[in-house]
């Protein structure tokens, strides 16, 4: 079975073609929570063209056919089932405020779930909260490691994570590095 991947609130075209017989035909889509279900429906709406627009509403996986029938009426061909599954909204786990001494080791995380699992990531950092640049060192990953080798009294990091279906979340903590006592 043909498989195809969408975002919500897509529309995905579907399509199997007959290659012979005579060109008059009658197209009945259905649809299935699975590939080898004795329980096709209907699908909701405009089902009866060689054509098919699933609307992408909700996450899942839903299975697609469509019976043809040709001109005289009694000859019918099942073709199908087409696998579309539909990822789910893009989610990142907040950022944990941290106040740590100079010199320690802190990561920063960006647990992402959604899409087809595939996010890039991009960290800036921000002595005022407002004005930003592109962090320090490796800021393109799902974890950055600020430097905390100089005692300030804050720094914010954001990290915007954009996944397959081109949706964006930013989430942002505040590091604050003392220095260690003379």
Partial sequence: AAHAGNCLGETHTLSLPVTSGSSDYSYEWEMAESATSEEWEEVPE????????????????????????DNCGNHQLTKGPVQVTVWEELDVEDLTDQTVCKDDEVTLTATSTGGNGQYTYAWKQSANGTDWSDATGTNNEASYTPSTATASSATTYKVVVTDNCNNSIEKSATITVYSLPV
């Fill in 46 to 69: 405009n089902g009866n063209t060689a054509t098919y627009a699933a609307s992408i509403a909700d996450p899942g996986t839903t299975y697609y056919r469509v019976i043809i029938t």
